[in-house]
Protein backbone atom coordinates (compact mmCIF):
# COMPACT_ATOMS: atom_id res chain seq x y z
CA UNK A 1 0.00 0.00 0.00
CA UNK A 2 1.14 3.33 -0.53
CA UNK A 3 0.69 6.29 1.90
CA UNK A 4 -0.52 9.85 2.05
CA UNK A 5 -0.07 11.67 5.74
CA UNK A 6 -1.61 14.79 6.35
CA UNK A 7 0.55 16.89 8.97
CA UNK A 8 -2.00 19.36 10.22
CA UNK A 9 0.82 20.90 12.36
CA UNK A 10 -0.49 23.03 14.73
CA UNK A 11 -3.55 24.75 13.09
CA UNK A 12 -7.18 24.22 13.30
CA UNK A 13 -7.60 26.21 16.26
CA UNK A 14 -11.65 26.31 17.03
CA UNK A 15 -14.55 23.53 16.95
CA UNK A 16 -16.20 25.92 14.21
CA UNK A 17 -13.04 25.30 12.46
CA UNK A 18 -13.18 21.79 12.79
CA UNK A 19 -15.96 21.23 11.55
CA UNK A 20 -15.73 22.90 8.52
CA UNK A 21 -12.36 20.86 7.71
CA UNK A 22 -14.12 17.75 8.53
CA UNK A 23 -17.15 18.07 6.40
CA UNK A 24 -14.77 19.46 3.35
CA UNK A 25 -12.89 16.56 4.20
CA UNK A 26 -15.41 14.13 3.97
CA UNK A 27 -17.06 15.75 0.86
CA UNK A 28 -13.93 15.51 -1.35
CA UNK A 29 -13.41 11.77 -0.09
CA UNK A 30 -16.94 11.08 -1.09
CA UNK A 31 -16.84 7.64 -2.88
CA UNK A 32 -13.87 8.03 -3.64
CA UNK A 33 -12.29 4.61 -3.89
CA UNK A 34 -8.32 5.03 -3.62
CA UNK A 35 -7.67 0.88 -3.57
CA UNK A 36 -3.55 1.34 -3.59
CA UNK A 37 -3.40 3.94 -1.15
CA UNK A 38 -3.60 4.58 3.04
CA UNK A 39 -4.66 8.01 3.60
CA UNK A 40 -3.27 9.39 7.23
CA UNK A 41 -4.59 12.51 9.13
CA UNK A 42 -2.34 13.84 11.54
CA UNK A 43 -4.46 16.41 13.73
CA UNK A 44 -3.12 18.33 16.93
CA UNK A 45 -4.37 15.69 20.25
CA UNK A 46 -7.06 17.78 21.20
CA UNK A 47 -8.72 17.02 17.90
CA UNK A 48 -7.83 13.10 17.83
CA UNK A 49 -11.09 11.57 19.19
CA UNK A 50 -13.38 13.64 16.43
CA UNK A 51 -11.19 13.12 13.63
CA UNK A 52 -11.50 9.11 14.08
CA UNK A 53 -15.00 9.57 15.11
CA UNK A 54 -15.86 11.18 11.82
CA UNK A 55 -13.62 9.82 9.45
CA UNK A 56 -12.15 6.55 11.01
CA UNK A 57 -14.07 4.76 8.90
CA UNK A 58 -12.46 6.26 5.35
CA UNK A 59 -8.99 7.40 6.90
CA UNK A 60 -6.13 6.53 9.26
CA UNK A 61 -5.43 8.93 12.28
CA UNK A 62 -2.25 9.43 13.20
CA UNK A 63 -0.57 11.95 16.03
CA UNK A 64 1.94 14.01 15.91
CA UNK A 65 4.53 13.50 18.95
CA UNK A 66 4.47 10.85 21.71
CA UNK A 67 6.44 11.24 25.00
CA UNK A 68 8.13 7.91 25.46
CA UNK A 69 6.55 7.16 29.15
CA UNK A 70 2.78 5.46 29.08
CA UNK A 71 1.79 7.06 32.39
CA UNK A 72 2.40 9.24 35.23
CA UNK A 73 3.76 12.69 36.36
CA UNK A 74 4.87 13.76 32.74
CA UNK A 75 2.79 17.44 32.88
CA UNK A 76 1.61 18.06 29.56
CA UNK A 77 2.71 15.30 27.55
CA UNK A 78 0.11 12.79 25.48
CA UNK A 79 1.08 9.07 26.27
CA UNK A 80 1.44 6.28 23.32
CA UNK A 81 -1.83 4.22 25.09
CA UNK A 82 -3.77 7.94 24.92
CA UNK A 83 -3.28 8.02 20.70
CA UNK A 84 -3.85 4.37 20.42
CA UNK A 85 -7.19 4.41 22.67
CA UNK A 86 -8.56 7.22 20.97
CA UNK A 87 -8.21 5.86 17.68
CA UNK A 88 -5.21 6.96 16.38
CA UNK A 89 -2.87 4.69 14.64
CA UNK A 90 0.39 6.47 13.52
CA UNK A 91 2.80 8.88 15.04
CA UNK A 92 4.97 11.33 13.20
CA UNK A 93 8.14 11.39 15.13
CA UNK A 94 11.70 12.86 14.88
CA UNK A 95 9.99 15.48 12.76
CA UNK A 96 12.78 18.68 11.90
CA UNK A 97 10.37 21.10 14.10
CA UNK A 98 10.26 19.18 17.37
CA UNK A 99 13.58 18.93 16.61
CA UNK A 100 14.47 22.77 16.27
CA UNK A 101 11.44 24.37 18.63
CA UNK A 102 11.67 21.14 21.25
CA UNK A 103 15.30 20.49 21.38
CA UNK A 104 14.23 16.48 20.55
CA UNK A 105 17.51 14.65 19.36
CA UNK A 106 17.53 11.21 18.31
CA UNK A 107 18.23 9.21 21.40
CA UNK A 108 14.68 11.12 22.25
CA UNK A 109 13.08 9.84 19.22
CA UNK A 110 14.37 6.52 19.53
CA UNK A 111 12.68 6.10 23.32
CA UNK A 112 9.73 7.42 21.39
CA UNK A 113 9.46 5.26 18.79
CA UNK A 114 10.39 2.01 21.12
CA UNK A 115 7.34 3.20 23.32
CA UNK A 116 4.96 3.63 19.75
CA UNK A 117 6.01 0.08 18.54
CA UNK A 118 5.11 -1.63 21.97
CA UNK A 119 1.86 0.06 21.96
CA UNK A 120 1.09 -1.02 18.82
CA UNK A 121 0.89 2.34 16.83
CA UNK A 122 3.06 2.73 13.60
CA UNK A 123 5.91 5.51 14.03
CA UNK A 124 6.47 7.62 10.79
CA UNK A 125 10.29 8.62 11.33
CA UNK A 126 11.39 11.84 9.99
CA UNK A 127 14.85 11.90 8.79
CA UNK A 128 16.57 14.39 6.64
CA UNK A 129 19.33 17.22 5.93
CA UNK A 130 19.53 20.82 7.16
CA UNK A 131 21.14 22.07 3.87
CA UNK A 132 21.51 20.68 0.64
CA UNK A 133 24.78 18.88 -0.69
CA UNK A 134 27.66 16.60 -0.12
CA UNK A 135 26.93 15.57 3.65
CA UNK A 136 23.57 15.29 3.25
CA UNK A 137 23.52 11.29 3.28
CA UNK A 138 25.70 10.70 6.32
CA UNK A 139 23.05 12.90 8.28
CA UNK A 140 20.69 10.47 7.07
CA UNK A 141 22.04 7.77 7.82
CA UNK A 142 23.05 8.65 11.15
CA UNK A 143 19.62 9.71 12.31
CA UNK A 144 18.50 6.45 11.00
CA UNK A 145 21.13 4.58 12.98
CA UNK A 146 20.20 6.07 15.99
CA UNK A 147 16.95 6.64 15.81
CA UNK A 148 16.09 2.78 14.93
CA UNK A 149 19.17 1.03 17.24
CA UNK A 150 16.64 -0.57 19.26
CA UNK A 151 13.99 -1.85 16.59
CA UNK A 152 14.82 -5.33 15.52
CA UNK A 153 13.67 -7.37 12.68
CA UNK A 154 10.04 -8.11 13.72
CA UNK A 155 9.62 -4.51 14.65
CA UNK A 156 11.08 -2.57 11.42
CA UNK A 157 7.63 -3.32 8.95
CA UNK A 158 5.72 -1.17 11.60
CA UNK A 159 7.87 1.68 10.77
CA UNK A 160 7.77 4.20 7.88
CA UNK A 161 10.56 6.18 7.13
CA UNK A 162 10.00 9.63 6.11
CA UNK A 163 13.40 11.45 3.92
CA UNK A 164 12.60 15.29 4.92
CA UNK A 165 14.96 17.70 3.77
CA UNK A 166 14.44 20.19 6.04
CA UNK A 167 14.96 23.22 3.53
CA UNK A 168 12.52 21.69 1.34
CA UNK A 169 9.31 21.96 3.90
CA UNK A 170 7.05 25.03 2.75
CA UNK A 171 7.47 26.94 5.58
CA UNK A 172 11.37 26.95 5.53
CA UNK A 173 12.07 27.84 2.51
CA UNK A 174 9.54 28.55 -0.07
CA UNK A 175 9.96 27.24 -3.69
CA UNK A 176 12.90 24.83 -3.03
CA UNK A 177 12.68 21.40 -4.45
CA UNK A 178 14.65 18.45 -4.53
CA UNK A 179 15.03 16.96 -8.15
CA UNK A 180 12.96 13.87 -8.44
CA UNK A 181 16.87 12.61 -9.03
CA UNK A 182 17.93 13.82 -5.22
CA UNK A 183 14.59 11.97 -3.64
CA UNK A 184 15.71 9.09 -5.82
CA UNK A 185 19.47 8.89 -4.51
CA UNK A 186 18.08 9.80 -0.77
CA UNK A 187 15.47 6.57 -1.01
CA UNK A 188 18.32 4.28 -2.00
CA UNK A 189 20.51 5.71 0.62
CA UNK A 190 17.62 4.76 3.34
CA UNK A 191 17.13 1.42 1.62
CA UNK A 192 20.93 0.68 1.66
CA UNK A 193 20.69 1.20 5.51
CA UNK A 194 17.88 -0.98 5.89
CA UNK A 195 19.14 -4.10 3.79
CA UNK A 196 22.57 -3.93 5.48
CA UNK A 197 20.47 -3.90 9.12
CA UNK A 198 17.53 -5.69 8.47
CA UNK A 199 18.35 -8.07 5.36
CA UNK A 200 16.56 -7.51 1.96
CA UNK A 201 13.82 -9.17 2.87
CA UNK A 202 12.44 -7.36 5.50
CA UNK A 203 14.03 -4.48 4.02
CA UNK A 204 11.69 -4.28 1.50
CA UNK A 205 8.36 -3.94 3.79
CA UNK A 206 9.38 -0.80 5.01
CA UNK A 207 7.68 1.77 3.29
CA UNK A 208 9.72 4.90 2.37
CA UNK A 209 7.74 8.57 1.51
CA UNK A 210 9.47 11.80 0.93
CA UNK A 211 7.91 15.15 3.04
CA UNK A 212 8.58 18.77 1.98
CA UNK A 213 6.39 21.35 -0.35
CA UNK A 214 4.44 18.44 -1.96
CA UNK A 215 1.35 19.68 -3.69
CA UNK A 216 -0.58 18.27 -6.92
CA UNK A 217 1.20 20.19 -9.28
CA UNK A 218 4.96 18.26 -8.31
CA UNK A 219 4.08 15.16 -6.81
CA UNK A 220 4.19 13.11 -9.53
CA UNK A 221 7.24 14.24 -10.18
CA UNK A 222 9.07 14.22 -6.64
CA UNK A 223 7.12 11.44 -4.72
CA UNK A 224 6.23 9.24 -7.84
CA UNK A 225 8.59 8.87 -10.48
CA UNK A 226 11.58 8.70 -7.73
CA UNK A 227 10.05 5.76 -6.60
CA UNK A 228 8.97 6.71 -3.39
CA UNK A 229 5.76 4.74 -1.24
CA UNK A 230 3.82 8.18 -0.64
CA UNK A 231 4.71 11.37 0.66
CA UNK A 232 4.02 13.47 3.89
CA UNK A 233 2.10 16.33 3.10
CA UNK A 234 1.88 19.56 5.75
CA UNK A 235 0.84 23.26 4.07
CA UNK A 236 -1.37 21.43 0.87
CA UNK A 237 -3.05 18.92 4.29
CA UNK A 238 -5.03 22.07 4.96
CA UNK A 239 -6.70 22.05 1.87
CA UNK A 240 -8.25 18.58 1.68
CA UNK A 241 -9.36 19.35 -2.44
CA UNK A 242 -5.56 19.38 -2.95
CA UNK A 243 -4.80 17.01 -0.52
CA UNK A 244 -7.11 14.50 -2.12
CA UNK A 245 -5.53 15.36 -5.26
CA UNK A 246 -2.22 14.13 -4.13
CA UNK A 247 -3.34 11.41 -2.99
CA UNK A 248 -5.69 10.33 -6.42
CA UNK A 249 -2.04 11.24 -8.08
CA UNK A 250 0.05 8.85 -5.81
CA UNK A 251 -2.99 5.87 -6.31
CA UNK A 252 -1.94 5.89 -9.89
P1 LIG B 1 5.13 21.20 3.87
O1 LIG B 1 5.38 20.50 5.28
O2 LIG B 1 4.40 20.20 3.01
O3 LIG B 1 4.31 22.41 4.19
O4 LIG B 1 6.49 21.53 3.32
C1 LIG B 1 5.83 19.21 5.36
C2 LIG B 1 6.17 18.86 6.78
O5 LIG B 1 6.76 19.70 7.49
O6 LIG B 1 5.90 17.75 7.22
Redesign the pocket.
Known amino acids: MKLVVG ?1 L ?1 MNILSPVERERYLGLFKKELGRKKLEKTEIVLCPPPIHLESFFKTLGKKVRIGALNIFWERQGSFTGEVSPAMVKNFGGEYV ?1 LG ?3 RRRYFCENDQDVSLKIVAALKEGLSPIL ?1 VGDKEQGLKSASVVVSQLKNCLDKVNNMRIENVVICY ?1 PVW ?4 NNPGRLPTSNDVMSARLTIKKFLVEKYGAKTADKVRIIY ?4 DAKNVREICVDSGMDGA ?6 LEPYEFVKIAEIINR
Open positions: NKVHSECEAISSGGSVLVGRES
